[in-house]
């Protein structure tokens, strides 16, 4: 779809690799740092960052164009968070922005939805930087 449409104007887009792997059996305590969240209440927590885009600008901006999308802070315990966590810190420090999205299999939500998704998410953070 990218190759058909392109990107939306001001948008640049780099490579991407996915490497994936698969654990079983955590250790009891490890499973329960991996099922907390972070705390709502807790904003000014060192450990936390926040992304400084507009999400609520950026969510609105997709339910306008109808798609079903929710605002989440917390991108879990593990992988994505580590990755998340990492590439704020690296935005804040470069003064640049980061946004982590978390995306369904194609079994969940066909590939063309998906495709047509991340161009109108391009959109929307493209509108309100």
Request: aromatic share 10%; hydrophobic share 40%.
């Amino acid at each position: 779809m990218l190759k058909e449409e392109g990107l939306p104007a001001g948008v640049t887009l780099g490579s991407c690799t996915v490497l994936e792997a698969a654990g079983d059996g955590a250790l009891p305590t490890l499973l329960k740092t991996l099922e907390s969240s972070i705390s709502q209440t807790n904003t000014n927590n060192e450990q936390v960052i926040w992304t400084s885009l507009s999400t609520e600008a950026i969510l609105k901006f997709l339910k306008k164009k109808g798609f079903d999308v929710v605002i989440s802070d917390d991108a879990g315990r593990f992988v994505c968070n580590y990755v998340y966590y990492h590439s704020l810190r690296f935005a804040e420090q470069k003064g640049h922005k980061s946004l982590f999205v978390h995306v369904p299999l194609f079994s969940t939500i066909d590939e063309d939805t998906q495709m047509q998704f991340v161009a109108t998410l391009f959109e929307a953070v493209a509108s309100t930087c």
